[in-house]
T-cell receptor, first 115, second 112 residues
Framework: DAGITQSPRHKVTETGTPVTLRCHQTENHRYMYWYRQDPGHGLRLIHY???????DKGEVSDGYSVSRSKTEDFLLTLESATSSQTSVYFC??????????????FGPGTRLTVL | GEDVEQSLFLSVREGDSSVINCTYTDSSSTYLYWYKQEPGAGLQLLTY?????DMKQDQRLTVLLNKKDKHLSLRIADTQTGDSAIYFCAPYSGAGSYQLTFGKGTKLSVIP
């Protein structure tokens, strides 16, 4: 299994509080991604990174920010959590287009509940 | 952008074959991935097919690609209870984009 960890694995927080989720990889992969998974929506991309300090928005980026100061860490921040951000969050990594493909490897997920 | 469609549910008896279907819209998709998600876990890369192939076999898994109709299928032979999971189709077109677009997933239930 790819060396990807996410912390925390579970979190319950209140509306309006800031929340930071961490993704850590030991594979030295260039690309990192944050997805959210909701019933009826499948996986939707929030933000991704293509290198240290290089990030871009995904499909559902409103209300989220990210930072990547080191190759191995990708942080997802909810500045002021809302109930609509209750979800399961997955981090993924990939080497990108080496060989033409983009196989992504996923972490175990963080279940976030915003009350 | 890419649209990916999958049936939401599939139920099969243990020992039978399962066929999970996927349609996509981006004809420039070069790699087409299948992922498996077991309950409470992340997604696991199962297999993939390159767009210049019609079929790829990997043990009990067979991937069929109809590029003209933009239709992808995953066949699982001799389905076992351990195959119960959600299966996601994810085409990738490259061309400067590093994003995979996932279907909503097909939940496979295996009846003992």
């Amino acid at each position: 299994d790819a060396g990807i960890t996410q912390s925390p694995r579970h979190k319950v927080t209140e509306t309006g509080t800031p929340v930071t989720l961490r993704c850590h990889q030991t594979e030295n992969h260039r690309y990192m991604y944050w997805y959210r998974q909701d019933p009826g929506h499948g996986l939707r991309l929030i933000h991704y990174s293509y290198g240290v300090k290089d990030t871009d928005k995904g499909e559902v980026s409103d209300g989220y920010s990210v930072s990547r100061s080191k190759t191995e860490d990708f942080l997802l921040t909810l500045e002021s959590a809302t109930s609509s951000q209750t979800s399961v969050y997955f981090c993924a990594i990939s080497e990108g287009t080496s060989g033409g493909g983009n196989e992504q490897f996923f972490g175990p997920g963080t279940r976030l509940t915003v009350l | 952008g890419e649209d990916v469609e999958q049936s939401l549910f599939l139920s099969v008896r243990e020992g039978d074959s399962s066929v999970i279907n996927c349609t996509y819209t981006d004809s420039s998709s070069t790699y087409l991935y299948w992922y498996k998600q077991e309950p409470g876990a992340g997604l696991q890369l199962l297999t993939y097919i390159f767009s210049n192939m019609d079929m790829k076999q990997d043990q009990r898994l067979t991937v069929l690609l109809n590029k003209k109709d933009k239709h992808l299928s995953l066949r699982i032979a001799d389905t076992q209870t351990g195959d119960s999971a959600i299966y996601f189709c994810a085409p990738y077109s490259g061309a400067g984009s590093y994003q995979l677009t996932f279907g909503k997933g097909t939940k496979l239930s295996v009846i003992p």
